[in-house]
Structures are given as structure tokens and as C-alpha cells.
């Protein structure tokens, strides 16, 4: 059965974080196909910090593909509309793993927000974010930059799974100031698109059924712009992977 999204609900994370009763209601909607978005988790200036390293790795490293397995280094690598992805997507996307070393200390600092991810898929709080892969899984911090002009990503759904019913993701571009157009949606069951950058901040972070038909509109269609001026929108998501070899777990489907 298909889930479609429902309403936009905004909330404080550290209200939620230490109230089960809050999580399995917050469960329950993210289930029947709710947008929850915790305001200002991480304060801008620092998003802005990561982003600017990020664009200077790019700019500065040459782009290569890793398979996810253990031990695997952390990489970035562009994707532009590659044959062989599940989900056709034009990208440059930056992965870091919990085994690695990182200047910013990144999976500290997403630790609270995989800890909700856990506890509304019903798993222990900690499950996955250890330095070692877990049941054929492993937690990947995977930033997404869309440049204007080009960048976007089909429609599509994630695998839901007993590893994850949603994929946090962090809003670090502003609609309206970094691009005007397009950007990330999900579908409603009239097929009305949830404009979901525009409902954020930088610093918020979305949590939504991966299952919800969703994808990124092409980012400002109009506008040209370089791979390398790193113009257009940035999001990190706080994936739970499965390993290369791991089969038990579906892949992500295209929906056009
Ligand atoms: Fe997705």
C-alpha cells in the first residue's frame, strides 16, 4: 500500500527525544504518512561552516565512486542521471561513514537525530551508529548538493524496512535566497506536491514516511550554472545503508 503525505507538523527534538509517549505518537503519524520538522536543530552558522568545506573538498579533490562496505573511506562522487542508480538523479553527493576519521566530528553531532530515527522505527537508540556495521547496515551521513540548472532526482520511494521508516534529512540551503525553484517534495495522495524546502530553514531537519512518493524538482531549470561555483541546494541526510552485499533489504524504486 501506498503512503502519501499528509500535514506538516513542526516540533522541538528535545522535547520529543526522552518521551516515549511523544515518540510512538510521533510514530504513529510519521506512519500514516505526516511531515514532522524539528526547527533550528543545528544553528546555521554552523551548517554554512560544513557547507563551505564540502564545496572546497569538491572543488579541490577529484570525484570517485566507493561500493558501500566496511571500512569504506569517506568520498564524494557526482551522479548525472547515471544509468545504473535505482533512482535517476543529477548530483554531487558526499559520504561520510562512523568508522572514519572527520574534521568536524560529524557523527557526534548527529547522534540525537539518529537516536528519533531508532526509536520511531522501534529499534534501540543507538542501533547502527557504532563504528562497526550492524546486520548488514551501516550509518552513512550522505550530503546532497543540487546545482542550479540541472541538479534534481525522480520520483521515487525507499526501502521501509526493520532498519528505518524515515530518513531524516537537514535543510542546508534557503529556498528563496539560495534558489527560487524546484527542490525536494513529497506527493500527496490528490497528487498535490508538498513544497518541503520551503516549509524549512537552514538547520530544521525533516523527518517523513520513505515510503511517501518524493523527489527533487529540478533546481532553478532556468538558471545555468557550473558543477564547481557549488550553487544550488545542499541537504544531508542521515541514511542507514545497507552493505553491497546485503540482499534481505529492497532497493529504492523510481516511480515515473
Ligand atoms: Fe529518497
Not at 44 to 73: C, F, T, W
Request: glycine share 8%; net charge negative.
Amino acid at each position: 500500500m501506498t503512503v502519501f503525505a499528509r500535514d506538516i507538523c513542526y516540533f522541538n527534538q528535545e522535547e520529543v527525544l526522552d518521551h516515549p509517549k511523544k515518540i510512538s505518537l510521533m510514530k504513529e503519524k510519521i506512519l500514516a504518512g505526516d511531515i514532522y520538522i524539528a526547527k533550528r536543530v543545528y544553528p546555521p552558522e554552523m551548517v554554512l561552516e560544513i557547507r563551505d568545506y564540502l564545496k572546497r573538498v569538491g572543488q579541490n579533490s577529484l570525484p570517485n565512486y566507493h561500493p558501500i562496505e566496511e571500512g569504506a573511506p569517506n568520498f564524494h562522487r557526482m551522479n548525472i542521471w547515471d544509468e545504473r542508480s535505482y533512482v535517476k538523479a543529477c548530483f554531487h553527493q558526499f559520504s561520510f561513514f562512523p568508522w572514519n576519521q572527520d574534521v568536524f566530528a560529524l557523527f557526534d553531532k548527529a547522534r540525537d537525530v539518529y537516536r528519533i530515527k531508532n526509536l520511531i522505527t522501534g529499534l534501540p537508540e543507538n542501533k547502527f551508529i557504532g563504528r562497526t556495521p550492524e546486520e548488514g547496515c551501516a550509518a552513512r551521513l550522505s550530503f546532497q548538493f543540487y546545482p542550479k540548472g540541472s541538479g534534481g532526482m525522480n520520483k521515487h520511494s525507499d526501502p521501509v524496512d526493520h532498519h528505518q521508516i524515515a530518513v531524516p534529512m537537514l535543510i542546508m540551503s534557503q529556498k528563496g535566497k539560495d534558489f527560487m525553484k524546484g527542490g525536494g517534495f513529497a506527493e500527496k495522495e490528490n497528487g498535490i506536491k508538498v513544497d518541503v524546502d520551503a516549509a524549512c530553514e537552514i538547520g530544521d531537519v525533516v523527518y517523513f514516511n520513505a515510503q511517501i512518493p518524493h523527489g527533487v524538482d529540478i533546481v532553478d531549470p532556468a538558471t545555468g550554472s557550473r558543477w564547481l561555483d557549488f550553487e544550488g541546494r545542499w541537504i544531508l541526510l542521515f541514511a542507514i545503508n545497507k552493505l553491497a552485499d546485503n540482499t534481505a533489504i529492497a532497493n529504492a524504486r523510481e516511480l515515473i
